[in-house]
């Protein structure tokens, strides 16, 4: 995969603080861009290091987080595909790194 984490960092960090009820709606807007663009650069970097299953996994998670076909879920909903997504980041980190040692 690419060398730095920053991009999964800072995905986990928004996300984390998506589970907060009582953010205004514009951090939810600036989380599905971010989100989106991140794991679109993961797909990317999937597709050019050969991948196929993050491929996938992040490709999907692309989708979820689209931010212009939205995909409108309640909270409990969108709670649990943030906690699903900081620990599908947190699983691919771990995984593609130790591919690399």
Same mark, same amino acid.
């Given at each position: 995969?690419?060398? #730095?984490? #920053? ?17 205004p709606?514009?951090?939810?807007? &600036? ?6 663009? +991140?794991?679109?650069? &993961? #797909?990317?970097t999937?597709i ?19 931010? +212009? ?14 906690? #699903? ?17």
């Open positions: 995969m690419h060398k #730095t984490k #920053t991009p999964e960092i800072i995905a986990i960090i928004l996300l984390a603080l998506a589970l907060n009820p009582y953010n709606y514009g951090f939810y807007v &600036l989380l599905r861009w971010v989100c989106c663009a +991140i794991f679109i650069f &993961l #797909t990317i999937s050019e290091n050969k991948k196929e299953s993050w491929i996938w996994v992040f490709g999907v998670l692309a989708f979820i987080y689209n931010p +212009i076909i939205r995909i409108h879920l309640n909270k409990f909903l969108w709670t649990i595909i943030n906690i #699903t997504s900081i620990v599908i980041i947190s699983i691919s980190f771990r995984k593609l790194r130790n591919e690399h040692d």
